[in-house]
């Protein structure tokens, strides 16, 4: 059994459509929006949105208790310019900026967002992580 993976990665929302929305502005692609939840293709593993109160239910745990902000889920670029496009296109979309794309102390170069829902992404170019054409690290 192999348990060094990851098939789902799911955002509880306060807007399904909002946050619909928001994803498709910054270039996802939905593979199934459905009344109370999408899913994104992430080339062998989903990405989902779901209500926040039903995420919650799911749990038995009340909302007030599902944090937000203390995890990052990043995406890396093969180009500073690519980080400075990404970050563009998430403010445009409707994101609050976070830390502006700068250098970073470990070499790299990088910027963090909030989603509409206060979730935090990093557009990052990481010299020593490069990509393959299909934006995997190599």
């Given at each position: ?40 293709d ?78 935090i ?9 490069p ?8």
């Amino acid at each position: 059994m192999n348990s060094n993976r990851i098939n789902l990665i799911t955002l509880g929302v306060a807007d399904l459509t909002r946050s619909v929305a928001y994803y498709k502005a910054i270039g996802w692609v939905p593979e199934e929006v459905l009344e109370n939840v999408a899913f994104f293709d992430m080339g062998g593993a989903k990405f989902g949105l779901f209500p926040l109160d039903m995420l919650a239910a799911e749990q038995k745990r009340d909302a007030s208790e599902l944090g937000k902000g203390s995890t990052t889920i990043a995406q890396n670029y093969n180009t500073e310019a690519e980080v400075d496009l990404a970050f563009a296109a998430a403010i445009k979309a409707g994101a609050t900026a976070v830390a502006e794309p700068n250098k970073m102390a470990w070499g790299g170069y990088s910027s963090y967002v909030a989603d509409p829902d206060g979730h935090i992404w990093e557009f990052a170019f990481n010299p020593f992580w490069p990509l393959d054409d299909d934006g995997k690290i190599k």
